[in-house]
T-cell receptor, first 112, second 111 residues
Framework: SQTIHQWPATLVQPVGSPLSLECTVE??????LYWYRQAAGRGLQLLFY??????ISSEVPQNLSASRPQDRQFILSSKKLLLSDSGFYLC???????????FGQGTRLTVV | RKEVEQDPGPFNVPEGATVAFNCTYS??????FFWYRQDCRKEPKLLMS???SGNEDGRFTAQLNRASQYISLLIRDSKLSDSATYLC????????????FGSGTRLLVRP
């Protein structure tokens, strides 16, 4: 079965600093990968999804970007963080279309 | 209109109660449907998939109504441990396939 690794678990970054969150997947090949953000007390907002290497779709215009340099690696980045970027960032993996998605344990980002 | 909509709640019910959540989706071409459970400050975890014929897993029953574009989750004999946020999830084709989450319905089960 697939395993999703996300790190770090918690991150505090100053406004204007860069960001790089990494998600790696084990136990599957060519999965669909997702980045979601959840603000405190809110639902999950889809940020990016990827159906393959270097194939990224962006859902919401923002100062974040995503890359998928390898089949099982999905990276979320920012050049300059904003206060509004604070939230719980979740990476999800879907092995086959129309099956359930599994989540990493998430990164709780606080921008100060 | 949001692609997936849920009543945010909270639903505050006593132990043993039966509670039902509904979720509506806007894209009639949606292909797959799920209910997830999310505990406070944790990642969402799959509760159950939702099939056209409806499906049951112990105290939980999920149903899909494609004509009306809604999904339901029924929890019977609520336990304290059922307290969580329940997320409705829809898989749909846009430019490619993607999973869209509802904002969740919060359930509080009291003694």
């Amino acid at each position: 079965s697939q395993t999703i690794h996300q790190w770090p678990a918690t991150l505090v970054q100053p406004v204007g600093s860069p960001l790089s969150l990494e998600c790696t997947v084990e136990g599957t090949s060519n999965p669909n990968l997702y980045w979601y953000r959840q603000a405190a007390g809110r639902g999950l907002q889809l940020l990016f999804y990827s159906i393959g290497i270097d194939q990224i779709s962006s859902e919401v215009p923002q100062n974040l970007s995503a890359s998928r340099p390898q089949d099982r690696q999905f990276i979320l980045s920012s050049k300059k963080l904003l206060l509004s970027d604070s939230g719980f960032y979740l990476c999800a993996c879907e092995e086959v279309m129309n099956t359930e998605a599994f989540f990493g344990q998430g990164t709780r980002l606080t921008v100060v | 209109r949001k692609e997936v909509e849920q009543d945010p709640g909270p639903f505050n019910v006593p132990e043993g109660a039966t509670v039902a959540f509904n979720c509506t989706y806007s894209n009639s071409a949606s292909q797959s449907f799920f209910w997830y459970r999310q505990d406070c400050r944790k990642e969402p975890k799959l509760l159950m998939s939702v099939y056209s014929s409806g499906n049951e897993d112990g105290r939980f029953t999920a149903q899909l109504n494609r004509a009306s574009q809604y999904i339901s989750l029924l929890i019977r004999d609520s336990k304290l441990s059922d307290s969580a946020t329940y997320l409705c999830v829809v898989g749909m084709m846009d430019s490619s396939y993607k999973l869209i989450f509802g904002s969740g319905t919060r359930l509080l089960v009291r003694p």
